[in-house]
Structures are given as C-alpha cells and as structure tokens.
C-alpha cells in the first residue's frame, strides 16, 4: 500500500506560529495531496504536488517534496486559530490516508 | 457546482441490522471512493469505483460490506449484518479524474451500531 503516513500525530502551537507536518510514503509516485479535515466534516483538498516539483506555494501553504526520501512537509505560517483541523497526505497512486496530524492553534 | 451528499448523516442501528449509506457524487466525476475513519485512526480505505465498475476493493473488511454503483452515478454501501466494530464515520468522495484531480468529500455518515 502507498498509505500516507503523517508526523506528528498531535501538534500544539501560538497563534501566529508556523506548523510544520510531515508525510511519508512507501514508493514511487505520481502526485502527493494535502488535505485538512475540520471536526464533523468532510476532507477537503489542500493542494497537489507533482512528484518533479520540489515545493509548491498557495497563500501561507508551503509544500515539499523529497523523492528521494519519499516524504513531504506542510508548512502552515503565521497559523490561526481557524487553521486548527486534521490534516492528511496521499499519493494519487491509491489515495489512502494516514491517521493524520492534529493541529490546534491556541489563540 | 453541487457538492458530494450523503445521506444519512447520522444512523443509529443494533448489531444484527441492517444499514444502507448512499452517496451522490459531483456530476461528471467517474471516480468515487468510500471510506470509513473509527475515531482517531485512520482515514481507512474500502473501495474506489471507476464509473459502474470496482477498480479496487481491497480495502472491504468482509463479505458483510457491499458496495455498489448503479449506471456509474450514485452509491451505496450496505452492511449486512452490522457487528459493533462497524461504528464509524464512513465518508464518499468523488473525483473527475483518476490522477492529477483533487478528492471532493462529502461530510460522511455517523454510524452507531449498539
């Protein structure tokens, strides 16, 4: 399975801190997405990184991807309450989620 | 352009019963998968359709799922006979294609079997 795996299970920060979260992931891929998941709701779409893009920006979204490592971080800056959610990896390979990174943003 | 619906978004039902979720996807998107997360796990894969057909269905814990998709539109997932490890939140997304394309969720569907 291409399974993502995300790291750290739970992470605790200030408003207006950066989080950053890591996925992992078993072998070679097409594209990896980024999605959050609000309490009660629905996974909704991040953003997609193509596996010969090495970063990717939208709004104070920073993806990475290292193939050669097969992994990928998320960096949220300047982070606010609102971003507080789960959040979850998958290459389009297969489309199978981790348990995800418990992000609370405390204001 | 409308979102994924599921319905029911919550059911309550005793082990022994039966169940039935239904899922709309967005209109024109071929591929559509089901999900289910226990809580604080993970977002465990059950199956992914490719229109009307099964592309994979490896994720179907036993024979008491079964899952399908009538004209490659609208989905169900039925469980029959529900035991208690099958309560869970059981989420439908859809997407217009198999890679490069965005997941669309719907909100899912509680289910408690008690």
């Known amino acids: 399975s291409q399974q993502g795996e995300e790291d750290p299970q739970a992470l605790s920060i200030q408003e207006g801190e950066n989080a950053t979260m890591n996925c992992s992931y078993k072998?070679?891929?097409?594209?990896l997405q980024w999605y959050r998941q609000n309490s009660g709701r629905g996974l909704v779409h991040l953003i997609l990184?193509?596996?010969?893009?090495r970063e990717k920006h939208s709004g104070r979204l920073r993806v990475t991807l290292d193939t050669s490592k097969k992994s990928s971080s998320l960096l949220i800056t300047a982070s606010r309450a609102a971003d507080t959610a789960s959040y979850f990896c998958?290459?389009?390979?297969?489309?199978?989620f981790g348990a995800g990174t418990r992000l609370t943003v405390k204001p | 352009e409308a979102g994924v619906t599921q319905f029911p978004s919550h059911s309550v039902i005793e082990k022994g019963q039966t169940v039935t979720l239904r899922c709309d996807p967005i209109?024109?998107?071929?591929?559509l998968y089901w999900y289910r997360r226990v809580m604080g796990k993970e977002i465990k894969f059950l199956l992914h359709?490719?229109?009307?057909?099964?592309?994979?269905e490896s994720g179907m814990p036993n024979n008491r799922f079964l899952a399908e998709r009538t004209g490659g539109t609208y989905s169900t997932l039925k469980v029959q006979p529900a035991e208690l490890e099958d309560s869970g939140v059981y989420f439908c997304?859809?997407?217009?294609?198999?890679?490069?394309?965005?997941?669309?969720f719907g909100n899912g569907t509680r289910l408690t079997v008690t």
């Open positions: 072998t070679s891929i097409n594209n």
């Open positions: 998958a290459t389009d390979d297969d489309m199978r």
């Open positions: 990184i193509r596996s010969n893009e």
């Open positions: 997304a859809s997407s217009r294609q198999r890679h490069n394309s965005p997941l669309h």
């Open positions: 359709f490719v229109k009307e057909s099964k592309q994979d």
């Open positions: 209109s024109g998107h071929d591929n």
